[in-house]
Nanobody
Framework: VQLEESGGGLAQAGGSLRLSCAAS????????MGWFRQAPGKEREFVAA????????DYADSVKGRFTVSRDNAENEVYLQMNSLKPEDTAVYYC????????????????????WGQGTQVTVSS
């Protein structure tokens, strides 16, 4: 699976951005998907995850209620809708895919993911 993120950019605090991650290959629906982010000088951290079917999701406490993860298995894409952005959301955002045989599984640690995109920069100004 190859992953390519898009949709990053500059936003003002309180604004919104929608990230997309396009996956190549015919096995997209066999993967749980996740979003992570890494700010300068910090470790990569979990943001959101979604199961293969899209029926189950998980969020970091820092983004809960503001971000929404979704996926379209017909289009081989996963999305991250980011609302009420804060300057502390500034980071490079990565999507990741995890092979799993369980349609309801999702993962919140980076080591559980098998494939990664190159990342897209999100900058939120105050």
């Amino acid at each position: 699976v190859q992953l390519e993120e898009s949709g990053g950019g500059l936003a003002q605090a309180g604004g919104s951005l929608r990230l997309s991650c396009a996956a190549s290959g015919r096995t997209f629906s066999s993967n749980a998907m996740g979003w992570f982010r890494q700010a300068p000088g910090k470790e990569r951290e979990f943001v959101a995850a979604i199961s293969r079917s899209g029926g189950r999701t998980d969020y970091a406490d820092s983004v809960k209620g503001r971000f929404t993860v979704s996926r379209d298995n017909a289009e081989n894409e996963v999305y991250l809708q980011m609302n009420s952005l804060k300057p502390e959301d500034t980071a490079v955002y990565y999507c990741a895919a995890a092979r799993t045989g369980n349609t309801g599984s999702y993962y919140s640690t980076a080591k559980q993911y098998d494939y990664w995109g190159q990342g897209t920069q999100v900058t939120v100004s105050s």
